[in-house]
């Protein structure tokens, strides 16, 4: 404790870094930000928009930079993301910020961050077009965790011809994360043609009975391959599922060396 205090002293630590060495988060009028999450847990902390205005979620990205010289916000609406930039702008200027608007997430960090680089490869797969949202949000979050990603794009099975013809990029990889609407047949089919492990992604994608992604969800835990199955559209838990596994297989290829 004595170190942090001298280094808050001498300028080298800021108050909110200093708490989050202490306590493990750090305190902001919008909340608390658990900046000792991606330690812990080898999953890096997000900023869910979701239900927050645009002033709450400014103040808990700048935190997170401040603090972790990341920020990752999902479900970022259009108002919020330049609230982020406002904000980082005043707070943190020489900080670099990505918005994606169609998958609606914001990653910030300052140039003193260095994302961690793995040696293992994730591919994020979508039945259709429609499916983009939420395999985007899983895409950065492998990302974000340093997996190498690769996007394999409408190969869904109203035209089986297409998922026939991605399988050899599809072998090629450690780890799958499986986005589909409608019946959620997708990761089913794949799982059955590669021996890589599969996370079926459930979209709320389609109409009619079932509609919402209650029928892919349903169909993707009723699969008949063996594959394991996040939350409708919880395109983050995909990413990060996927990211842990990536860390296991770089952790084994580095023990091999």
């Given at each position: 404790m004595r170190d942090?205090?001298?280094a808050v002293a001498a300028g080298d630590l800021t108050p909110a870094e200093a708490e989050t060495r202490l306590a493990?988060?750090?305190?902001?009028?919008?909340?608390?930000?658990d900046a000792a999450r991606e330690t812990?847990?080898?999953?890096p902390e997000a900023v869910l928009g979701d239900g927050k205005t645009p002033n709450e979620i400014a103040d808990l990205?700048?935190?997170a930079v401040e603090t972790t010289g990341r920020a990752v916000?999902?479900?970022?609406?259009?108002p919020a993301a330049s609230a982020v930039r406002d904000e980082l702008?005043?707070?943190?200027?020489?900080?670099t910020v990505r918005w994606n608007e169609r998958s609606n997430w914001l990653v910030a960090t300052a140039p003193t961050f260095d994302r961690p680089e793995l040696d293992a490869a994730v591919a994020v797969v979508t039945a259709g077009t429609s499916d983009a949202i939420p395999a985007g949000e899983a895409a950065m979050m492998a990302r974000e965790m340093g997996a190498r990603v690769t996007r394999i794009t409408d190969v869904g099975v109203a035209s089986l011809a297409r998922t026939i013809d991605a399988v050899d990029r599809l072998r090629d990889q450690d780890v799958l994360v499986v986005a589909a609407g409608r019946e959620g047949a997708l990761p089913t089919v794949?799982?059955?043609?590669?021996?890589?492990?599969?996370i079926g992604l459930p979209v709320s994608t389609g109409y009619g009975h079932a509609g919402e992604g209650e029928a892919a969800l349903s169909g993707m835990l009723q699969s008949c391959t063996a594959l394991s199955v996040v939350n409708v559209d919880a395109g983050f838990t995909a990413g990060a599922q996927a990211g842990l596994i990536a860390r296991q297989v770089d952790d084994a290829r580095t023990t091999d060396d």
């Open positions: 942090v205090l001298d493990g988060y750090a305190t902001s009028g919008a909340g608390r930000f812990r847990s080898g999953i990205a700048a935190t916000v999902t479900r970022i609406d259009p702008a005043t707070l943190e200027p020489d900080a794949v799982a059955g043609l590669v021996d890589t492990p599969v």
